[in-house]
């Protein structure tokens, strides 16, 4: 192990990025950088290089192999937007040499591949995070601080629901969400999950069922437009998962339906409840009712990043004193993603699955633009 290069950066001086995988999601992350203090983007590197170039010419920072970037002594964070299956090499390659390392989702592909990362990344001193940053966004915080002001009550169950055609539909490329690693639970589910653990606490065990509709999916738009695809994965998932606090939340996750009026996320608590916006959003109305209201209120933000976008994780990641978590930890990414694995396990096992991993609610933010 390579010893880590100076972390001034967790001090005051601006952090800089170096960004592997300049895919579709890169425009959001850049858009946010350059709205944001605190962060530069100094290096991009891709397996297109003419793409890296492109990148570059209008970032203003330098194209780089993955292997040059990786060791440049210029970078001081590594942004990986890689595609699932490369997050962990590219991601232990970043810690080995001197890295810090935030990630898209999922953290790894598996669930011991993030284990691994978190053990190197524990080893080197280094800060590690990862996406879904949409719970640091004024909706998820807002409707987190009316839960920690008591306002429902003891909060005993939520519900949250995912339920939509596939992305067959209007993806051109889709064979990734029908494969191993893909379907609605792994591509949708960090988004609904780290916001339930955000408003409720660490998942301690999970109940699982799912099934799959049909062995095959018909592509919908674009030049394979007809094309049949297999389908390796479930495509209609439910958990019912157990909170540390005691509360119950159940999913449902799903490419089987063609649409669905049921809310994103609901929190109930013994003496109000609580609706709660997209998670895969930022922001977005949260709506109160209190035991004896007869009617819905909307809560005004009081709590959240406003105006955040992709990328605020990791600002918030570099903000972050030595020593602490950021608030889109690699360790809460981590144990979502073991809740994932686990309500698939237990669908197949017919069994209830404990959870092995521990997390607390990152701390709350505070009302604050980005």
Known sequence: MRPAVDQEWRSGRAARIGIVGLGTILGQYLDTFERAQGAQVVAVADLDQARAADVAT??????????????????????????????????????AAGKAVYGEKPLAATGEQARALLQAAAAAGLPTGGAPDTVLGTGVQTARAVIDEGTIGVPVAANATFAAPGHERWHPNPDFYYLPGGGPLMDMGPYYLTALVTLLGGVTSVIGAASTSAPERVIGSGPRAGERIGVQVATHVTGVLTHTGGALSTIVMSFDSVATQAPQIEVHGTAGSLSVPDPNRFDGPVRLRTAGADQWQEVAPSAGYLEAGRGVGLLDLVRTPAGQDGRASGALAAHVLEVMEAVLGSAEQGREVPISTRTSRPAPVPLTRI
């Open 58 to 95: 209008r970032t203003g920072a330098r194209a780089l192999t993955v292997p040059e970037l990786v060791d440049d002594g210029e970078v001081d964070v590594v942004l990986n937007l890689t595609v699932p299956a490369a997050h962990a090499e590219v991601a232990q390659a970043a810690l």
